[in-house]
């Protein structure tokens, strides 16, 4: 099971950090990503982070602005976003796979429930 929190409602510019906690898992050997889901829009991967972090992998819109990071001992996962934008509004949801990393992949088998992220303008 995935917990995701910290979503809501900030200004252009603004930072927000995401956390999403796991239980049940073998934490440390998964895969962790984040998708959004804008509305009227396709779910998008924004980031990806492989067991270790050592490996990451960031959509094109959210480089330089976003950063994806793990806690094995704690099993959670971040997403720190600084510089947000209107277009960054969406539902988060963090997500585990196991197995091999394999960046940029959208095939994951758990997910947690999703949290919300509005920037106004």
């Known amino acids: 099971q995935l917990q995701a929190s910290g979503g809501g409602l900030v200004q252009a510019g603004d930072s927000l950090r995401l956390s999403c906690t796991a239980s049940?898992?073998?934490?440390?050997?998964?895969?962790l990503g984040w998708f959004r889901r804008a509305p009227g829009k396709e779910r998008e991967l924004v980031v990806d982070?492989?067991?270790?972090?050592?490996?990451?992998y960031y959509a094109d819109s959210v480089k330089g602005r976003f950063t994806i990071s793990r806690d094995n001992a704690v099993n959670t996962v971040y997403l720190q976003m600084n510089g947000l934008k209107p277009e960054d509004t969406a539902v988060y949801y963090c997500?585990?796979?196991?197995?091999?990393?394999?960046?940029?992949?959208?095939?994951?088998?758990?997910w947690g429930q999703g949290t919300q992220v509005t920037v106004s303008s």
């Open positions: 049940g898992l073998t934490f440390s050997s998964y895969t």
């Open positions: 997500a585990a796979r196991p197995g091999l990393y394999f960046s940029g992949t959208y095939s994951y088998n758990y």
């Open positions: 982070i492989n067991w270790s972090g050592r490996s990451t």
